[in-house]
């Protein structure tokens, strides 16, 4: 085989360049040598267009007439890039696979014609990598609302790919294990993020498809071995097409690639690389506690009376940035309605500035809740928009549980939306906006003659181009990044916003496993967990909640106004230990000693590791007494919070180490640990 190997700092790929189409061979650290098994396997890329089809048929995307009869052309290198060029000679298709070399790589493809012909593609891969074997195990996550990042391990061989006749009379199975979603909401069923370990040997392979719309992948063998296949829309699964001349070419979605020895590994790895990928900007750097008036609090019922006390409050015990929640536009039923963005008089009698003057006067910066990309179909912005403005289907309106969604594409869309930054920023100061998304478009638009799939690609990759006009006027602003809590995670949206809200879960119990798992699929430094005490519940109670928002982003919410001196000091130190965690927190990776957290485990634990100092976070749910052994290394160990174990107590066994709570309710702690040093 003619072999081509480029590297990014972690990660070596493996490429053949001989006849026929190129196939990504190998994909391994690059502090690791060479598999003594790569084999010539799946085609780099895979693509199908109306007349062009599958061979054999089936429901999978691999197999393509196209992408088996595409040849290497060139390829080009240079300012940590690589670009495969192929050309199926026929069609005068042109595919050119992009890399970026970040911490791992980050993969796509582009289309074009090279003559006057047409195609209409049905199916375009960003990233198809061979695999030396389907002997593994497959973690992936469903997500929804009140539960995301419920992540769960399946092996592949065992329960989703059969293992039948294999010879030169017979065919291997023509299944795949395919995971989809569909619609506006990136994570609204499933995370677009995965990981394989292989069985027997210390190699596994992680992934994330970065787009803020559907998206597909599956793994599945052929012939020639296993695959992995990775893209955004497809026709099959998501009405997508689009056609293709050498005057309109085409870009997939990006996707990101990194590899390991097992999953914390790779988990680690990803952590990395979505650090790499991620457009920083000074501002990010500030990482404040942020108090937010909504969970468990006002619960979209701001008025001037109920927000004073909790600014002060909340200034009191540190908070940097002060987020009014839902509710502060509205006079009444509000939810399709909205639209105007105009603060309400009646909830504000002498204007909502003499709240916003108070946060300031506190030395935080005011914070607003906006959802942007929706008009209630009763608001008045409706009917003097025009049409061209919002999505529509065979030229009627998208509506969605009483709104309309605006069309980003769209130069109106875009200037109500730009007007309604612009005006809040420079009326109120405002320094932060939680931009909610609380209502999916369906398949899609069919506006301009598109497919619904393309037209909401397009939607899509204009609101992106939006968000980054704003920063580039704003660049002091935050922005959060929700969608009824996590239906909208993803790194097309990460990459550019400030924060992202984990769940919108109330219950302290049912949030320990999502802020735990959380790091599976955003930078720890992004994961803003709601830490929502409550006066008058139990010290204990009290703790776990504000456990829960430590290993990440502690994101304050509570009636502190009404708290006892006790539960504000248990407030400010539960701050303190945050603060701590958050200097070191851009150098740590996650790990979880007793496995990725599942929905009713009794006992759950995160470590987010550095290389001086680490953060081990405990949940116990259960009553107690109970105890656990967590196969770490021997260290030396301190509580963080509280700063008293209470009825906790640790030793180490030749098994690692070995926690016994004797509390008798739920209760939760963080250790901190660091090498070396006597045991304590």
């Known amino acids: 085989m003619n072999l081509l190997r480029w590297s990014s700092p972690e990660l070596t790929l493996t490429f053949a360049l001989d006849n026929g189409p190129v196939r990504l061979i190998g994909v391994r650290e690059a502090s690791r040598p060479d598999r003594d098994d790569l084999v ?48 199926e000679p026929t069609t005068g298709l042109r595919v050119t696979t992009v890399f970026e070399a970040h911490t791992g ?160 590994s790779v988990f680690a790895a ?56 839902a509710g502060w536009y509205a006079d009444g039923d509000w939810w399709n309605t909205v639209g105007a963005w105009q603060p309400s008089t009646t909830r504000f009698p002498k204007g909502l500035a003499e709240v916003i003057d108070r946060i300031h006067q506190r030395g935080m910066v005011p914070g607003l809740w906006l959802e942007p990309e929706v008009i209630g179909v009763r608001s008045p912005i409706a009917r003097e928009l ?57 398949p899609g638009t069919d506006k301009g003659g598109t497919s619904l799939g393309h037209g909401l690609l397009e939607h899509q990759r204009a609101l992106l181009d939006w968000l980054d006009g704003l920063h580039t006027r704003h660049p002091d602003l935050l922005i959060e990044n929700c969608a009824s809590g996590a239906m909208r995670m993803d790194y097309a949206m990460l990459s550019r916003l400030h924060l992202q809200s984990t ?24 994961a803003g967990h709601w830490a929502y005490p409550i006066t008058g519940t139990t010290r204990e109670e009290f703790t776990f909640a504000l456990v829960n928002g430590i ?49 009713t485990d009794e006992w759950i634990a995160l470590a987010l590791n550095g290389p001086d100092t680490s953060y081990l976070t405990l949940w116990h749910r259960g009553p107690g007494p109970s105890a656990i052994t967590l196969p770490i290394p021997p260290s030396s160990i301190a509580p963080h919070f509280p700063t008293d174990l209470g009825d906790w107590t640790y030793t180490w066994t030749d098994d690692g180490l070995s926690i016994t709570t004797n509390t008798l309710e739920p209760s939760a702690r963080v250790l901190r640990l660091t090498p070396a040093g006597e045991r304590t």
């Not at 008025?303 to 909790?310: F, I, N």
């Not at 219950?507 to 496993?513: D, E, K, N, R, V």
């Open 270 to 325: 990803l952590t990395r690389q979505r650090r790499a990928v991620r457009n920083r900007r000074p501002i990010d750097d500030r990482m404040p506690v942020i108090f937010n008036d909504y969970m468990n609090t006002l619960v979209g019922d701001p008025t001037t009376e109920k927000l004073l006390p909790l600014i002060d409050a909340a200034a009191d015990v540190g908070a940097d940035y002060f987020c009014i929640d």
């Open 386 to 442: 025009p049409d061209e403005a919002f999505l529509t289907r065979r030229g009627v309106r998208v509506a969605e549980s009483g709104r309309y969604l605006l069309d980003l594409r769209s130069t109106a869309a875009r200037k109500h939306l730009d007007d309604t930054v612009d005006r809040l920023v420079s009326d109120f100061g405002i320094g932060f906006f939680k931009f909610d998304n609380n209502t999916m478009t369906g």
């Open 551 to 599: 290993p990440g982003r502690l994101y304050l919410t509570g009636h502190l106004n009404r708290m006892t001196p006790a539960e504000l000091d248990l407030v400010q130190s539960a701050l303190t230990a945050h603060r701590a965690v958050l200097g070191d927190l851009h150098t740590l990776v996650p790990a979880w000693p007793l496995g990725l957290p599942a929905w």
């Open 40 to 87: 010539p396997s799946q085609p780099l890329v895979e693509v199908s267009a109306v007349g062009h089809g599958l061979s054999p048929s089936t429901n999978r995307h691999v197999d393509t007439s196209l992408g088996q009869q595409l040849g290497y052309v060139r390829h080009e290198e240079g300012d940590g890039t690589l670009r495969i060029i192929q050309e």
């Open 503 to 526: 769940s919108d879960q109330e219950h302290p119990l049912l949030y320990a496993p999502i802020t735990a798992a959380a790091p599976a699929a955003v930078r720890p430094e992004q």
């Open 105 to 264: 790589v980050r993969a796509w493809s582009e289309a074009s014609m090279t003559g006057p012909g047409t195609l209409e593609l049905t199916f375009l891969s960003s990233l198809v990598v061979g695999l030396a074997s389907i002997d593994a195990e497959l973690y992936s996550a469903a997500n929804s609302w009140m539960a995301e990042n419920r992540w769960s391990s399946r092996p592949l061989r065992a329960e989703a790919l059969a293992n039948i006749v294999r010879d030169p009379h017979h065919h291997v199975a023509r299944s795949r294990d395919a995971v989809t979603n569909t619609g506006s909401w990136s994570s609204g069923e499933r995370l677009p993020v995965g990981v394989l370990v292989e069985s027997g040997t210390p190699y596994a392979l992680g992934w994330q498809i970065e787009h803020n719309g559907p998206w597909h992948y599956e793994i599945g063998e052929t012939r020639r071995g296993g695959y992995l296949l990775l893209s955004g829309p497809t026709d099959q699964e998501h009405q997508w097409s689009v056609e293709l001349t050498a005057d309109k070419p085409f870009t997939t979605v990006p996707v990101s690639l990194v590899a390991g020895t097992d999953r914390d």
